[in-house]
């Protein structure tokens, strides 16, 4: 778990929850592209304000559901308005701190091996939250830990998005990156004022590379839809 001077989005989202300032900005290092930008206001949005994407996937959960890397419990307060039974996962502190002070009833600081023992029949991951795996390596460990909580005829719901267009030429040649395995494969530090996290592994995939993975690990992938700069959402069950 972060410790907390290591905990940016957790501080971001707690400033926010305080007090809410619509220009505050996490900013978002990356090894492989420029440095991007996410609005804190975004981690806090409503239904009304929810892409496509995140409406589809929420309207496609079923049974009791974990969200995972809920961040601050945006998807989870939607579902409980819904009457489903939701554990809204975090390793952030700071996020569960919000996430309770929102409303969300079952926030747990863990990740999903402090899981180990319980039961979902959904395990959502919003805002490509299976970056989670690091590579695809840790994908494939990542799928053999998510049998051991998912049921049996449960699913897995991710959007993730294929991050080949970061490496386009003028020209439109593409230029891969040659010093790791896969081009989706990337590194991350986090950065709010003055709080700055440890640099972390974080996976995008293509639905090509995502398909083979998963079958391999023995799961079924069906494209529920896709959306802008390349994002597409996925529901994994077993074969």
Request: one cysteine or more.
């Amino acid at each position: 778990m972060l410790l907390p001077n290591q905990d940016p989005m957790g501080q971001a989202m707690l400033d926010y929850l305080k007090f809410p300032d619509p220009k505050a900005n996490i900013i978002v290092h990356c090894d492989s592209a420029d440095d991007d930008v996410i609005p804190v206001k975004l981690l806090f949005r409503t239904w009304d304000q929810m892409n496509e994407l995140e409406k589809l996937a929420l309207d496609s959960c079923y049974g009791r559901v974990l969200d995972l890397g809920a961040g601050a419990g945006g998807h989870a307060l939607e579902l409980q308005k819904l009457g489903f039974d939701v554990v809204a996962a975090d390793i952030s502190p700071g996020a569960i701190a919000v996430m309770k002070a929102r409303g969300v009833l079952d926030a747990r600081g863990t990740d999903l091996a402090g899981l180990v023992g319980e039961q979902f029949d959904t395990i959502l991951l919003m805002m490509n939250g299976i970056g989670i795996a690091g590579n695809i390596a840790g994908l494939k460990e990542w799928f053999g830990l998510v049998k051991k909580v998912l049921s049996p005829d449960g699913q897995i719901i991710f959007d993730t998005s294929d991050i080949e267009y970061i490496y386009a030429e003028a020209d439109g040649s593409v230029m891969i990156p040659m010093d790791r395995p896969y081009y989706g494969e990337v590194r991350y530090q986090m950065e709010y004022k003055d709080v700055k996290s440890v640099g972390f592994p974080w996976l995008f995939i293509d639905s090509v590379t995502l398909t083979q993975v998963a079958h391999d690990c023995g799961f079924d992938v069906e494209l529920l839809d896709a959306g802008e700069n390349f994002t597409y959402l996925v529901s994994l069950k077993r074969l």
